[in-house]
């Protein structure tokens, strides 16, 4: 059961702008999450994926990568599962639409750079989008990708976002579990048995 969170005034949302929030990450995890970047919400609470109505946390449980749904005031709680959290671009806005292909592109290279340093056994990118812009992958698909980052393999999943109508969240939860099913079968990056 989550808790009630702290709900932001309009001056906290205002004085979020261009703010960041730390990453949930550490070394050899099962999945790191990449959202895009944070939203105002987050950016006020300093929680990700923090807005009520997005759907990260109602489908990471529904996926079966945690064994009850969490609230953005557990995210630290998931590292002990294997899980993390980044971000490809780190400045909170109000809407992606206000990041620029260069921010993009930066982020992706910073993104390169993290997962290299944290080498998880797999990076899922939560936005088509972002990760086509951020990777100069135009035609990239929702699903795992050809590429590697090292040994990670990379993923990309839908936006769980509220705003995302191209996916209800019974699909997006879908994506989430043929994620889990494939790093529950993969062993650990720089395993005897990769």
Partial sequence: ??????????????????????DVAAPGLRVLFCGI???????????????PGNRFWPALHLSGFTPRRFGPDEQQELIALGLGITNVVARTTAK????????????????????ER???????????????TAF??????????????????????????GLNAHYSLNAIADEFRALRTAVSDEPPPGSADA
């Fill in 1 to 22: 059961m989550t808790r009630t969170a702290h709900r932001p005034t309009p001056e906290e949302l205002a004085a979020a702008q261009d703010a960041t929030i730390p």
């Fill in 37 to 51: 970047n944070p939203g105002l919400w987050s950016g006020a609470t300093g929680r990700h994926f923090a807005r």
């Fill in 96 to 115: 992606a639409a206000e990041l620029t292909p260069e921010e993009y592109r930066e982020g992706g290279a910073a993104l390169v750079e993290r997962v």
């Fill in 118 to 132: 944290l080498r998880p056994r797999a990076l899922a990118v939560l936005g088509v989008g972002a990760y086509r």
């Fill in 136 to 161: 100069g992958r135009p035609k990239a698909a929702v699903g795992p990708q050809e590429h590697t980052i090292g040994e990670t393999r990379v993923w990309v999943l839908p936006n769980p976002s």
